[in-house]
């Protein structure tokens, strides 16, 4: 089973009833545990939250803290693009240049990294001053 199927199958309890836009994402973290996430909707639009997030919140809670891989899928007509935010939530965790695989329903798959996703991130180098 690939990190996509982990991603498809955790999609399908999204709660998604406003968007009706169900998302799942899975984390191989570095200790090799998959960890997932749906997207979390609330009637208080700006509540909700992303697959993504959601995975990085069971892998935190789970005890890792390092991501070795990502994977994102949705049932869009072209694989489903990481919000900025879940951007800098990945890089946050990203144990060097991870890959990140983005999918559709159908089958359409594009591969790329947390680099290419978010270049010129703002990280910790920046406050090496404070
Ligand atoms: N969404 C995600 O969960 N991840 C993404 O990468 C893109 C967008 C969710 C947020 C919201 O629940 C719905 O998709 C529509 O924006």
Do not use: W
Not at 35 to 55: D, I, L, Q, R, S
Request: aromatic share 6%; hydrophobic share 40%; proline share 5%.
């Amino acid at each position: 089973m690939s990190l996509i199927d982990d991603a498809r199958a955790v999609r399908e309890n999204a709660y998604a009833p406003y968007s009706k836009f169900k998302v799942g994402a899975a984390i191989r973290s570095a200790s090799g545990t998959i960890y997932t996430g749906c997207n979390v909707e609330n009637v208080a639009y700006p509540e909700g939250t992303c697959a993504e997030a959601g995975a990085i919140a069971a892998m935190i809670a789970g005890g890792d803290t390092r991501i070795a891989e990502v994977a994102v899928i949705a049932d869009s007509p072209k694989p489903v693009s990481p919000c900025g935010g879940c951007r800098q939530k990945i890089a946050e965790f990203a144990d060097g240049d991870v890959a990140v695989t983005l999918a559709t329903m159908d089958g359409i798959v594009q591969r790329t990294t947390v680099a290419d996703l978010l270049p010129g991130s703002f990280d910790a180098d920046y406050m090496s001053r404070v």
